[in-house]
């Protein structure tokens, strides 16, 4: 399956934006749920879901069906998380995966 993204821009000064890390390869097991989570780096490497408005940035998780969530992207903000997991569920059209 090939997902195509479509940016537009709403506002006309935007000093910059950076595209989500994405690491679809490793959800390929079936999954049935998006969940976005706040996320604090404790340590190089190391990171843990923490209260909102504490975060360092988001990550945009599948929930397993066997159990687990794999991370799929990290952004900066809650509305990046929402907004791609909107993305998502669209292109996954409402399916389980």
């Given at each position: ?14 000093e ?17 749920k ?5 996320i604090v ?9 923490i209260?909102?408005?504490?975060e360092?940035?988001w990550?945009?998780?599948l929930?397993?069906?066997e159990?687990?969530l794999?991370?799929?992207?990290d ?9 791609l ?5 669209r ?6 995966h």
């Amino acid at each position: 399956m090939k997902i195509y993204v479509s940016i537009e821009f709403v506002e006309e000064e935007i000093e910059s934006f950076d595209l989500p890390e994405f690491y679809l390869n490793e959800a390929l097991t079936p999954w049935d749920k998006i969940e976005i989570h706040p996320i604090v780096e404790i340590e190089s490497g190391v990171c843990e879901i923490i209260y909102e408005e504490k975060e360092s940035f988001w990550g945009v998780y599948l929930h397993q069906i066997e159990g687990g969530l794999k991370c799929v992207a990290d952004v900066k903000s809650k509305i990046e998380a929402d907004m791609l997991a909107e993305l998502i569920f669209r292109c996954s059209n409402s399916r389980v995966h």
